[in-house]
């Protein structure tokens, strides 16, 4: 059974979404990509708070806020920016024995076996959003990941403009700029005007 499985069940199980919903969710995910279950939460199926609570109860996992915690900042060198990065985890807390270590996923056994790994001492997880960890992460690495956050109206318009945009060629695109609000040269304009509705056509067949 695949993760998404498994939490799309969670949710069925507890009434959170219907099999309608779903199927909608992943005809979605289909076209845009990006996991699952952020796309239930961009359709509004469900926030990020609800789905770490959930994840929490069902995995057994302390849920925290990891925006409330101020990380020593020589623990975070213990460990690659890249692997915080790309795991989307932080280590919150060091004791003799053990690393506590926030985590937005409890059910990705690979994640967690790779952290187990790096560190020098036994791991506890505790588990916040996958969206709060990320803010952590640019607070302390100063980077910019998961800096917007679209519904997939939003994700596909934008993806429609930028394809629209790259159907121009230089020369007529900067044709259109110069002419959209001034009509001294007509034909130059309506070429332009045809170039756009050209694009447009292409890009909805492509979408279809």
């Known amino acids: 059974m695949t993760r998404e499985k498994k939490i799309t069940d969670m949710l069925l ?5 219907t099999k309608e919903e779903l199927a909608a969710a992943e005809e979605e995910q289909k076209i845009w990509g990006g996991k699952l279950e952020h796309t239930m939460i ?3 199926y469900f926030d990020h708070e609800f789905l770490a609570d959930l994840k929490s109860e069902q995995f057994h996992v302390p849920r925290i806020s990891i925006l409330n915690k101020e990380i020593n900042e020589k623990l975070l060198t213990r460990f690659q920016k890249n692997l915080i990065i790309q795991y989307i985890f932080l280590p919150v807390e060091e004791t003799e024995t053990q690393i506590i270590i926030c985590i937005a996923e409890p059910d990705n056994t690979a994640a967690l076996e790779m952290i187990q790994k790096i560190s020098d001492k036994k791991v506890t997880f505790v588990l916040d959003t996958e969206k709060n960890i990320t803010k952590a992460i640019n607070h302390y690495f100063h980077t910019e990941l998961g800096a917007k956050e679209c519904t997939p109206r939003e994700i596909r318009e934008e993806k429609i403009f930028e394809k ?11 044709i259109f700029q110069q002419n959209v609000f001034e009509h001294e040269n007509n034909i130059l304009l309506l070429n332009a005007i045809f170039s756009l509705e050209n694009a447009l056509k292409n890009i909805s067949r492509d979408n279809k």
């Open 42 to 44: 961009q359709l509004g």
């Open 13 to 17: 199980d507890a009434g959170i979404i």
């Open 164 to 174: 629209t945009l790259r159907s121009f060629d230089r020369a007529t695109f900067d």
